[in-house]
T-cell receptor, first 112, second 112 residues
Framework: KQEVTQIPAALSVPEGENLVLNCSFTDSAIYNLQWFRQDPGKGLTSLLLIQSSQREQTSGRLNASLDKSSGRSTLYIAASQPGDSATYLCAVVNTNAGKSTFGDGTTLTVKP | EPEVTQTPSHQVTQMGQEVILRCVPISNHLYFYWYRQILGQKVEFLVSFYNNEISEKSEIFDDQFSVERPDGSNFTLKIRSTKLEDSAMYFC??????????FGAGTRLSVL
């Protein structure tokens, strides 16, 4: 059974700082891994998706990496801004059309 | 930009009543999903649906739950006899030819 853990549970940083969010998973036979952002009381916004054959993906100030063999992914946020404050979730998909397993999320607060 | 829409945004029901949560996936998408998030807990996979049948379901998705794609645009989740513990945010998601799953804003279900 896939288990997904995110560390830290919460993070507070001053504006402008670079930061790394961590996601680990127990079953390395994954299909892909997707990072989401969730604002309070809202839905999930897709940030980045990494296929199992890929090592990293980049979008703007965001960079996600994947190391399947060690069961880890990181989300790097450069030059953080107050608007980045949200909960960041990683989700691991084990089959093409099927189940995805989510972590508990990291709640990020960026202080002006 | 195309988006997944869910209605209603908030549904209040009495315990034992049937509820139907509605979703309109992105128009050219072929894979559909339901998830739930109990307040303060992880997002949990319920079911995936492709080619008019369930692809995969979790242990949460018991006989009280059913899904349907009644026409070319809607995708519904029915809970036959709601329990207090069914109170949660329910998210619909869809995907097309790429692996990224796109989520709706969710329906908050409150069972009294």
């Amino acid at each position: 059974k896939q288990e997904v853990t995110q560390i830290p549970a919460a993070l507070s940083v001053p504006e402008g700082e670079n930061l790394v969010l961590n996601c680990s998973f127990t079953d390395s036979a994954i299909y892909n891994l997707q990072w989401f952002r969730q604002d309070p009381g809202k839905g999930l916004t897709s940030l980045l998706l990494i296929q199992s054959s890929q090592r990293e993906q980049t979008s703007g100030r965001l960079n996600a990496s994947l190391d399947k063999s060690s069961g880890r992914s990181t989300l790097y946020i450069a030059a953080s801004q107050p608007g980045d404050s949200a909960t960041y979730l990683c989700a691991v998909v084990n089959t093409n059309a099927g189940k995805s397993t989510f972590g508990d999320g990291t709640t990020l607060t960026v202080k002006p | 930009e195309p988006e997944v829409t869910q209605t209603p945004s908030h549904q209040v029901t009495q315990m034992g009543q049937e509820v139907i949560l509605r979703c309109v996936p992105i128009s050219n998408h072929l894979y559909f999903y339901w998830y739930r998030q109990i307040l303060g807990q992880k997002v949990e996979f319920l079911v995936s649906f492709y080619n008019n049948e369930i692809s995969e379901k979790s242990e949460i998705f018991d006989d009280q739950f059913s899904v349907e794609r009644p026409d070319g645009s809607n995708f519904t989740l029915k809970i036959r006899s709601t329990k207090l513990e069914d109170s949660a945010m329910y998210f619909c998601a869809s995907r097309g030819g790429t692996p990224s799953r796109y989520f709706g804003a969710g329906t908050r279900l409150s069972v009294l």
